[in-house]
């Protein structure tokens, strides 16, 4: 049985893809997402990386409303959400990891200032606070995921936290 708990965060978790606070989750969500995170770091929705990362939030969208959208109306309600892509995903966190990389994927590379092909904390933060994070609950998770040697978060790392975070019921 899911707890009434874990039904609050996820809750949460889906107004956090709700960008725009109408009950739904749609196409335009995940868009709005990518202009945020296009103005907070410099670039256009027509360069390469505003490219990749348009294309990389469509399939996400596209990933999700699969799972999720079970009346097929291009949107995902919460009781969807809750009740399909939740479960869904928690049965297979593989399948959410793989649907959300080549998002994040291009997130990393939009926000990556030096190319290493990992974020700082610093530029985690900026990205979590620009999705709508808190900053101090984005840099205590950006912390916590950042290795203690280079201080960097790898984007295997950010892919499977990003997973748990919307999987795991603890």
């Not at 994927?105 to 926000?111: G, N, Q």
């Not at 709508?132 to 936290?161: F, H, Q």
């Amino acid at each position: 049985m899911v707890s009434t708990d874990y039904e609050r965060r996820i809750a949460a978790r889906f107004a956090g893809f709700d960008q725009d606070g109408n009950g739904h989750i749609d196409r335009e969500d995940f868009n709005a997402a990518v202009r945020a995170l296009l103005t907070e770091f410099g670039a256009t929705a027509r360069c390469d990386k505003g490219q990749a990362l348009y294309a990389g939030a469509e399939a996400f969208w596209q990933g999700m409303a699969g799972i999720a959208d079970r009346d097929g109306d291009q949107r995902i309600t919460r009781e969807e959400f809750l009740g399909g892509a939740v479960k869904r995903l928690r049965d297979n966190p593989e399948r959410f990891a793989e649907i959300a990389r080549p998002f994040l994927h291009a997130v990393r590379d939009l926000a990556d200032a030096d190319a290493d092909g990992a974020l700082t904390v610093a530029e985690t933060v900026r990205v979590l606070r620009v999705l709508g994070v808190p900053e101090e609950a984005g840099r205590a998770a950006a912390e916590s995921l950042a290795d203690p040697v280079s201080g960097t978060v790898a984007e295997s790392v950010a892919v499977r936290a990003f997973a748990d975070y919307f999987t795991v019921p603890e």
